[in-house]
Structure formats: structure tokens, C-alpha cells
């Protein structure tokens, strides 16, 4: 479990295919390496990785080819940035909302404009996931837990203020970027409960 709270930027070093699956290597400045263990989770871009190997200031991880297929991580080369993430621990503080790290889909910027000091991002999803999206709910891009602002059919706005597009990938976002989108998970525990007619299910 995450929080959406980027807490280093850190660059893929290489990729190596394995089998139909793929190694993807990553290098760190900022994380703490002590008490970090093989077989830690580790939120990447908002996918959520299992260490294979540690090294100084880096990790291995193995890339399924159900995960390549639903996420951008396949798109990554050798220096690409990815926002990382540790997994929560007991008594850590939760600053943004609750991240599994299970990629939904891929949505895509469709518009960004200044807006005083921050920038209005438009982005696009599709559409099986457009109605988890509501305004002023949560939704994690590339990760980064972030406010909605708007959504209406398969759009959604948010604001990145100066301090988010510093500290995490999102700064660099251009129109066109693809980007990995975890809905809130209420919003799908919300759908299971309730039938076809909006009642709500009982066990």
C-alpha cells in the first residue's frame, strides 16, 4: 500500500528481456536504503514492483507481461524518470490517499495551461474508467496522488502547484504524454456493492 506521496525521482539504468518478461534496473538519489529488503514492494510511475535485487543507490525488478501490457512501463528506456515511492509502513503518515499500485489504465494529457504559479492538466481515459473519476475525489497519475478539479465523460482536470511538478515526473508532462491512472478505490468497492438497479447488495 502507498500513499501517492513521490518520495525520489530516480532513472531507469537499463532493461533486459527475460522470457517474455522483462528486468527493468532503476538508480536513486534521495530514498533510504536501511532496512530496505529483497522482496520489498516499491511504487514506479504508480505500479507497484517487487524487488528482485538491491545494489547501492538502485533495485532490480521483474516486469510481467500483463503488467507491460496495461501500464507504460514497457515504454521506458534507459534514463527515463519514474517516480518512486516505498511501500507504507505502520505509524508512516498518510499525506495523499490510499495507492495499491494496481494500474487501471493508461490515460493520456490532452491539454495543459498555466494557471498563476501551477498548471491545469487535462487528461483523457478511457472510458470504463471515466466513471470512477468524480469531482474533488482522488486519482493517482503516474503515482502522484492528486485532487480532481472537473471531470465530465472521459476528461478529468487537476492542478499541479509548482512544488509537485518539482518533486515528482509530472513536470515534464507535454500534450500527447501517456501516463499510468489508479481510480480510488472507493469509487470501485462503491460499484461492486451496488446491482444494476442501485440497490445495494446483501449478503
Not at 492538466?121 to 486519482?139: C, F, H, N
Amino acid at each position: 500500500m502507498f500513499t501517492g506521496i513521490v518520495q525520489d525521482v530516480g532513472r531507469l539504468t537499463s532493461s533486459e528481456a527475460r522470457g517474455g518478461d522483462v528486468r527493468l534496473v532503476f538508480a536513486f538519489d534521495r530514498l533510504d536504503p536501511a532496512g530496505m529488503r529483497l522482496g520489498d514492494s516499491i511504487c514506479v510511475q504508480g505500479c507497484c514492483l517487487t524487488v528482485v535485487h538491491w545494489h547501492e543507490r538502485g533495485f532490480a525488478a521483474d516486469v510481467s507481461r500483463e503488467t507491460l501490457s496495461l501500464t507504460t512501463l514497457g515504454e521506458l528506456r534507459p534514463g527515463s524518470r519514474v517516480n518512486l515511492e516505498p511501500s507504507l509502513r505502520v505509524g508512516d503518515p498518510l499525506g495523499g490517499h490510499l495507492v495499491s499500485g494496481h494500474v487501471d489504465g493508461v490515460g493520456q494529457v490532452s491539454g495543459i495551461r498555466e494557471d498563476a504559479r501551477s498548471s491545469r492538466i487535462e487528461l483523457t481515459v478511457p472510458a470504463q474508467l471515466a466513471r470512477y473519476i468524480a469531482r474533488k475525489g482522488s486519482v493517482a497519475v503516474d503515482g502522484v496522488s492528486l485532487t480532481v478539479n472537473e471531470a465530465r465523460d472521459e476528461l478529468f482536470g487537476v492542478n499541479l502547484i509548482p512544488h509537485t511538478q518539482q518533486v515528482t515526473t509530472l513536470g515534464a508532462l507535454a500534450v500527447g504524454t501517456r501516463v499510468n491512472i489508479e481510480v480510488d478505490q472507493m469509487a470501485r468497492y462503491a460499484e461492486r456493492l451496488l446491482c444494476a438497479d442501485g440497490t445495494i447488495r446483501r449478503s
